[in-house]
């Protein structure tokens, strides 16, 4: 009988210790939280929508899901949580009007910005390995190009294009899927 109730008292520890483990810890994510201040467009083209989220994790409660639909939508990230999740606000549809004015989180490769270039709007962007325009330029982005959002810093934005991951610069984004920030 003894063995039974050690066994069963085991067995609910584990499950206890695996349970807590899957949480999210708050006080970890707002250690690692980073202000941004970049504006997007959202690339997920799921028919069911982009799902904003209370927390950064894809456990976290639904708060809406942005459906794209026959327009774009863009929006504002204000924040980063340093694992792949970026807080947002202010999403609005190009037919719809706003559709978000609250806060919530996003996974930042469901989203995207444009690109331009600085001081001519046709030259092409370049893409910096850090957040310094004195560090190494890894490539050249053509202007008007798509690149997907990894993460942000400030009003740097880290993006992957065609393979390569690196840093643009606030000069070099264009974030409104209505214009071609000229």
């Given at each position: 009988m003894k063995k039974i109730i050690l066994i069963t008292i085991a067995i609910i520890t584990l499950i206890s210790a695996g349970y807590s483990q899957k949480k999210v810890d708050v006080d970890a994510v707002k250690s690692t939280q980073k202000s941004c201040?970049?504006?997007?467009?959202?690339?997920?083209?799921?028919?069911?929508?982009?799902?904003?989220?209370?927390?950064?994790?894809?456990?976290?409660?639904?708060?809406t899901s942005l459906i794209m639909g026959d327009d774009q939508i863009s929006l504002d990230i204000i924040g980063t949580s340093g694992n792949g999740w970026v807080k947002i606000t202010n999403a609005w549809h190009g037919g719809r009007g706003d559709l978000f004015k609250d806060t919530g989180w996003v996974f930042a490769t469901m989203l995207a910005t444009g690109t331009k270039g600085f001081p001519n709007y046709d030259s092409p962007a370049k893409l910096f390995s850090t957040q310094s325009k004195k560090s190494k330029v890894l490539m050249q982005i053509p202007s008007e190009s798509e690149v997907k959002i990894?993460?942000?810093?400030?009003?740097?934005?880290?993006?992957?294009?065609?393979?390569?991951?690196?840093?643009?610069?606030?000069?070099?984004?264009?974030?409104?899927?209505?214009?071609?920030?000229?």
């Open positions: 201040d970049v504006h997007a467009n959202i690339l997920d083209n799921d028919p069911n929508g982009l799902n904003v989220r209370a927390t950064p994790d894809k456990s976290g409660k639904v708060l990894l993460d942000c810093s400030g009003k740097w934005v880290k993006v992957s294009y065609k393979g390569t991951n690196g840093w643009l610069a606030p000069e070099n984004q264009c974030g409104s899927p209505f214009t071609t920030c000229s």
